[in-house]
């Protein structure tokens, strides 16, 4: 098994930090068929839309989702190169 560098553990760091919320966790969960709007992702998830744009940011920073601007709606969705780079850390702690 070939060993990871350190700017790849810290990385997985970084991106598992991200995901080490229940509510980031169902927000990825309710992202996975699509982007939603925040008006959506806020009566979906039964939160207010502070604490929600709190998650959201969190998750963004990490690269765990991208966004864009329509009207006044901001629409979120998952990062497929970062929801790739996540399956490969983990193949990698299995050893495949």
């Known amino acids: 098994m070939k ?17 080490a919320d229940a509510t980031r966790l169902r927000i990825v ?8 709007c925040v008006c959506d992702l806020t009566g979906a998830l039964d939160t207010g839309q502070s604490r929600l744009s709190f998650h959201l940011r969190t998750l963004k920073d990490a690269g765990i989702l991208r966004d864009r601007r329509q009207g006044r709606w901001v629409y979120y969705a998952l ?18």
């Open 29 to 36: 969960e309710r992202l996975r068929d699509g982007e939603q």
């Open 79 to 96: 990062n497929p190169d970062v929801m790739e780079e996540m399956a490969e850390v983990l193949g990698s702690i299995r050893g495949a």
């Open 3 to 19: 060993a990871a560098k350190a700017a790849d553990i810290e990385r997985a760091a970084e991106l598992f930090h991200a995901l």
